[in-house]
Each structure stands twice: as structure tokens, then as C-alpha cells.
């Protein structure tokens, strides 16, 4: 409950602020929106386990958010920064879609 | 199904290879739990829901800096295009402004010229050798030439055998000048004897200004002109092209036809002669710009 408020306030904050990206974090976006998706949705799936964990909720995004930026930056060093976005998505995918099949089994149980 | 997957969430079923059971696993154990949740009792605290609830609130503002930063880059690239295609509209009429200026000057020289002269017939053949030259804008009968691209081929890499290129518009002009026309304009563009009809890539420049599908030749030429040009090497070509290639080609005789006069090309090494009796023109050749 308190995350869904947190996380209103926080579209709110960004629908105010409106913030403008700077040109280095740009490359970053897309692959911390991943991320970012991917952390919600395994944490409404965690709840709805109720194997909730507030701990592990903030580190994992954390980490995810950088372990993600990093395998970008690396694959921007070494010339495949694409490859290594597509394979980033790839596997948050994969995890976003999971994680959504098993909230849907416990919200409709189908 | 349902029922295998809660019981045993370890114990996969096997996929084959590994490759494809690094997959299985991403699927059938998306978090990264321990496996035994009940080993490691979980602590609620005021500090960790806080820090659950800024982790939340960065998220939602990291969604919505993204659809924000997403929304306001594609009208910024449409924003640029409609302000090149806004200057390019500004200096165009920028340009025919000018050339109305131009032309209307030219005229003002002319009626003055006549004046000086005094003598009609002189002007009179001065008026005639300006038109021929296509400094004047002149009218008359004449044909109306119409040739246009045919449709595109439905596989884009075959070559577009139905487009209009510039040796086409050079052909059927030449085919009109030895017809005896006067006066010849392609998209009211008057051509002169130092005129130039080329290809920049697919676009067709005369005089280095562009022509657009479909083309318009207007000449103005002894009375038959339509009906000789029809009956031209030329025109029995342009009709195979239509016939085959589905490229549009119409051939009209049209009355009263008005043609522009052609912009007065620089003279860059010539000067003019000066009539006898006048004073030399100390600044010679530049006089001619």
C-alpha cells in the first residue's frame, strides 16, 4: 500500500519536476526502465506470495539498475552496446513476463 | 501444471540443453529467493518499509522521466523539419519577390530605352530580339507538352523504367526548337539559348531551379505545331514509353499561351558594344554585371 502511494508520489514528482536527462544518462533510460519494471513487478509478485521483503525489494533494484547500466556501459566500451541492450532486455524480459504469469495465477488463478 | 510448479519450484523439467534450460530456469524461478523463505524470518521495520517506499517513488519518477524524455524527442525531430521546410518556403518566396523586382525593372530600362531611342521601328526590332532571346515574356499559339512519371514499380529494387528523366524533357525541347518554336518554358520556366536541363540525383533542374512531375512544356511555334510534333520520331517514342512503361504523355495545341520572360544571364566576360557616338564606358567589361 505504502508503495503504491510511494510510487504515485514519485510519477507525481516526475510529472512536476519535469526534469531534463542529461546527454550521458540517455543510453541508460531505457535499460533502468527494464530494470525498473522488472523490480515491480517481481515485487507485487513477492507480495501477493507474501514473501515480501523490503530489503531485498531495494537491493535488488539497486543492483539490477546497475548491473544493467554497467553491462551497457561496457558493451558501449567494447563496441556492442546494442547486442549487450537487446540481451539485457532479453533476460528482464523474460523475468517481467514470469513474474506477470504468476500474478495473474493468483489474481484470476488462470 | 499449476499444482507441479508450486510443489517443486526447484525442479525443473528438463528442456534438453543447457542453453535452453538457462531459460527454463529464468522462467520458472524469476526471484531470486531463497529456497526455503521460512529459514529467514523477514523483518518489517519502519526504516525498511521507508526505504521501500523511496525505492518505489524513484521508480515511479524513473517511468515517468523515461515516457517524458520518449514524448519530447519525437515532436523535437518534426519540430525541425517543419522549420527547414518553413525557410525553404520563406527564401523561395523571398527569391520570386525578387525576380518579380527584377523583371519589373528590366521593364522600366526597356520603356526608358524606347523612349531615349525615340524611333519605333528600332525599338520595335530591339522588342522582337528580346523576345526571341527570351528576355521578354511573350504570346501566342502553341502546343502544350505534358509528360509525367509512370507508376512506381511494385519491387522497389527494379529500375523505374516509368520515370521522367532529363534527357526525356531535352528531347522533346530539342524536338520543339527544330519544329520552329519560338518560345519554349517547362513549368513556366522560359528557356534560353544558354539554358540548361539536368538530372541532380531524381530531381530535374532547368537553369538549376527545380521542375516537378508532372512537367509542362508550353511552346509557342507556327500554327501546326502540335499536329507536326505529333507526327515526330519523338512523339511515336514517348507514346511506346506510354504504352509500355505507363509513363503520361499528352500532347495538346493550346491558344493564347503566355510565356515568361527567362532572368537576364550574367555577362561575366563579354561587354556590350556601345553604339557610335557615345562616350566610351571607361569601366569596361564590369559594365556588363
Known sequence: ?110 | MRRRYEDEPDKQRGFGPVAVDLLASFWHNPLDYDTDAAKRPIRRTRFTRALTAVTAAAIGFLLVVAYQHTIAAAPANAEIRDQLIADINTRQAETDRMQDDAEQLGEDVENLRDELLGNDAEAAELDDQAALAGLAAVEGDGVTVTVSDGPEPEDPAAQDLGRVIDRDIQTIVNTLWSLGAEAIAIDDQRLTATSAIRAAGAAILVDFRPVTNPYTITAIGPPDLAREFNATPTAHTFDNYSNDYGLGFTVKATDDLTLPAAPAPPLDNAAPLLPPGSAPDPSGSESGR
Open chain 1, 1 to 110: 500500500m505504502i508503495a503504491a502511494l510511494a510510487l504515485a508520489v514519485g510519477i507525481a514528482l516526475g510529472v512536476f519536476l519535469d526534469p531534463d536527462v542529461p546527454l550521458w544518462l540517455q543510453p541508460y533510460l531505457p535499460i533502468a526502465v527494464i530494470a525498473a519494471l522488472d523490480s515491480v513487478f517481481g515485487g507485487v509478485r513477492a507480495r501477493l506470495d507474501k514473501k515480501f521483503d523490503d530489503k531485498q525489494f531495494v537491493v535488488s533494484f539497486i543492483s539490477n539498475v546497475l548491473i544493467a547500466a554497467l553491462i551497457v556501459y561496457l558493451g558501449d566500451q567494447l563496441g556492442v552496446g546494442s547486442q549487450l541492450s537487446t540481451g539485457v532486455v532479453v533476460v528482464l524480459g523474460i523475468r517481467i513476463f514470469s513474474n506477470a504469469a504468476a500474478i495473474r495465477r493468483h489474481l484470476f488463478s488462470a
